[in-house]
């Protein structure tokens, strides 16, 4: 399916999940911020409330710096637990995040997708100076990180894409997204018709009901074999 089109000339990414170990570092984070609170807490739990309140700070007007949208997320998350907000928590998080690392086979997939001949861009819901520390473990092979800082929205809101896409000077039909995240990128790639890789690592997360991805895959390098099938790579 991946083949109705072109050869891409970029191929654009997701961060968080799909190139960097998110759900894993902010399992850890959250461990550390909790560990001082007396109480005892499923993380998982806590999780799924403070996603609550991210994504609905997200969608608010004006747009919120994405440290903002963690620290109000994670103070209204602890209120809810009845837990006491300490002014070392919200920079627990966001320093966790610019720490979290990419998963193992990450590295050597992006080399091997830039040494075939395309551009590589991620397109991610963050601030500039939170995924730099993250985007310094990727081995040098991005050549453009669009975040939602830059262009005032977040992911799924089509204006995050459409910067992203007169940024990088290309219609949609010059690329492939690779996302791991059905509700926020695939819901963009349902409204606004761009080609897409979901990169299912069992995690949990459900498809869209009324989107199907080009492809599927279980791993980053799983991206590779699909390309080369496509004629696309050597």
């Known amino acids: 399916m991946i083949r109705s089109g072109r050869r891409p000339e970029w191929l654009t990414f997701d961060c968080y999940g799909t190139l960097i170990q998110w759900d894993e570092g902010l399992l850890a984070a959250m461990e550390r911020i909790l ?4 109480r005892s807490i499923e993380r998982d739990d806590f999780i799924s409330v403070y996603d609550r309140y991210e994504h609905r700070l997200e969608r608010e007007r004006p747009h919120r710096s994405f440290k903002n949208v963690s620290a109000t997320a994670l103070a209204l998350a602890m209120g ?4 006491d907000v ?3 928590d919200a920079d627990i998080l966001t320093s966790s995040i610019s720490r979290m690392p990419p998963f193992p086979e990450v590295v050597a997939t992006l080399t091997r997708l830039k040494a075939a001949g395309f551009k590589l861009a991620i397109i991610s819901n963050t601030d500039d100076a939170i ?3 993250n985007v ?4 040098g092979s991005v050549d453009r990180v669009i975040t939602a800082e830059q262009a005032g929205a977040y992911k799924p ?3 995050i894409f459409q910067h992203a896409w007169r940024e990088l000077g290309i219609e949609k039909e010059q ?4 996302c791991a995240s059905p509700h926020l990128d695939l819901a963009a790639a349902r409204e606004l018709g761009f080609r897409t890789i ?16 080009n492809e599927t895959v279980a791993r980053l390098d799983d991206v590779c074999g699909l390309l080369s099938a496509a004629g696309w790579m050597e």
């Open 80 to 83: 809810e637990f009845s837990l």
């Open 175 to 178: 690329l492939v997204h690779i």
């Open 131 to 133: 995924i730099a520390g």
């Open 157 to 159: 809101a089509r204006q």
């Open 35 to 38: 560990a001082g609170k007396n």
């Open 86 to 88: 300490s002014p070392d």
């Open 198 to 213: 979901w990169v299912d690592r069992g995690t949990g997360r459900k498809p869209l009901a009324d989107y199907v991805p």
């Open 136 to 139: 310094a473990q990727l081995g």
